[in-house]
């Protein structure tokens, strides 16, 4: 619980109603992002101080409020984030409710100026703010003297606690008397403390993935030499493959046609040559035999040049017409 005084009440009610423009110097935790979420389980229309005041005037207090006259009591209700985290939203809203309501019947629900859950912070709290009204007068001290303060905590832990499964603090302790300001730097060393043991968590995870990194490096280098692979041309791959496949097939159908024509010519040659060389040696076979004959046999092969002559051209019984010689 905090106490705040009229010169504190402004400054209260920008941190507690404030909206993503709020800037705070002394909590860092605020997510501006999210503070779009918080939402009121009591909310009025009127400023905090607007409403103390009006407050004050239906209670008609008789003595004059002194200028350091306690005006709110403030208090911040919640709990860790284990807790939260086994509630849904619904339920998150049902236990505020249930934290606003122990202090409107115990203090009256006319008396509290606002009740506010902030969940743009580490973990979702209330804010209730409360004016210390008892039989008819501000009387904080009174209201919230050491006794009274034990027996509240008690008492909500019975009421609240309890059906919330939350434990009840050691009775007596600090811890049950911290002021917002404690509580906010209770929490901030908390955060810390976790923030080291995620960073270590972290690190850990770090460490893994690089080593697993390690590990899958040749398989990748063989992904890169695959996908370089695929995305060349290559010959004799594919469609393309076939193409020049059956393009050089039919090249050396040509060749072999071609040749085996060439080699017909070449054979056919041959054979007019040899035929060739045949005759010619036939032909000079029989003019050497000719020309023996004719050394040889002189008279007698003149004998047969005349006979052949003759059989060739034989003679006609009529007369030559020509003048000069006749002919034989």
Not at 30 to 46: F, K, L, Q, S, V
Not at 121 to 149: M, W, Y
Not at 265 to 276: G, S
Request: one cysteine or more.
């Amino acid at each position: 619980m905090d106490k705040y005084h009229r010169k504190d009440v402004v400054g209260i009610e920008r941190e507690n109603e404030r909206d993503e423009n709020y800037r705070s110097k002394v909590n860092p935790q605020i997510d501006h992002e999210r503070t779009h979420n918080n939402y009121h389980i009591i909310g009025r229309t009127e400023t905090y101080l607007s409403y103390i005041d009006k407050r004050i005037k239906e209670i008609n207090q008789k003595r004059k409020i002194k200028d350091d006259a306690v005006l709110i009591n403030s208090f911040i209700l919640g709990s860790d984030g284990e807790f939260f985290s086994t509630l849904s939203q619904e339920q998150q809203e049902d236990f505020f409710r249930d934290c606003t309501m122990f202090f409107a019947d115990r203090y009256g629900e006319e008396n509290i100026i606002s009740a506010v859950v902030h969940m743009d912070e580490t973990n979702p709290h209330l804010h209730l703010n409360l004016i210390p009204v008892l039989n008819g007068r501000l009387c904080s001290k009174q209201l919230f003297d050491r006794k009274a303060l034990r027996s509240l905590q008690s008492d909500f832990h019975e009421q609240v606690g309890k059906k919330w499964g939350l434990q009840r603090g050691k009775e007596g302790s600090t811890a049950e008397h911290l002021d917002t300001a404690a509580f906010k730097l209770k929490k901030m060393k908390e955060e810390a403390a976790a923030a080291v043991k995620q960073q270590a968590e972290a690190k850990a995870v770090i460490a893994e993935a690089e080593r697993v990194q390690q590990e899958v490096k040749p398989v990748k280098a063989l992904l890169v030499d695959y996908e370089k692979a695929k995305n060349e041309k290559i010959p004799f791959s594919g469609k393309k493959k076939d193409e020049q496949i059956i393009a050089l097939r039919t090249k050396n159908e040509q060749l072999e046609r071609e040749i085996a024509v060439r080699g017909k010519d070449q054979e056919y040659l041959f054979k007019q040559l040899q035929e060739a060389k045949r005759r010619n040696n036939g032909e000079d076979s029989a003019f050497r035999m000719v020309a023996d004959m004719m050394s040889t046999y002189p008279e007698e092969f003149d004998a047969l040049l005349k006979k052949s002559r003759e059989k060739k051209n034989p003679p006609t019984p009529f007369k030559s017409n020509h003048s000069g010689k006749g002919g034989k």
